[in-house]
């Protein structure tokens, strides 16, 4: 069983950066491919980015491409998103998740609790 837990600041400006990170325990962290998705009020949740188990393809939505920055610390057991040039649209709870496979295919098995990012105009 895979636990993730999602920490990072919360509250950022439009235009300005934020990052978020994601714990993984009880399970082998490189085994997984790592995403993230996000969901606001009234919406479904989406994909936002996803990175292979070593790091070495990354895949984003067409709405944060070029803005946000997957990436992952093997050792730490940890994968981050760094968030630039923010919008009020970008405010979601923001869950980390753990899957195998293509990172633009994988089956996600298990999925932190979300952490909420604000971004005020």
């Known amino acids: 069983q895979v636990k993730l837990v999602e920490s990072g600041r919360a509250l950022a400006e439009a235009g300005g950066s934020l990052g978020i990170s994601c714990a993984a325990s009880g399970g082998t962290f490189r085994d997984y491919t790592m995403a993230w998705f996000r969901q606001s009020p009234g919406t479904e949740r989406e994909f936002v980015a996803a990175i292979s188990w070593n790091g070495r393809s990354t895949y984003y939505s067409d709405s944060v491409k070029g803005r946000f920055t997957i990436s992952r610390d093997n050792a730490k057991n940890t994968v981050f998103l760094q968030m630039n040039s923010l919008k009020p649209d970008d405010s979601a709870v923001y869950y980390c998740?753990?899957?195998?496979?293509?990172?633009?295919?994988?089956?996600?098995?298990?999925w932190g609790r979300g952490t909420q990012v604000t971004v005020v105009s």
């Open positions: 998740a753990a899957g195998r496979g293509d990172v633009k295919a994988p089956s996600y098995d298990y």
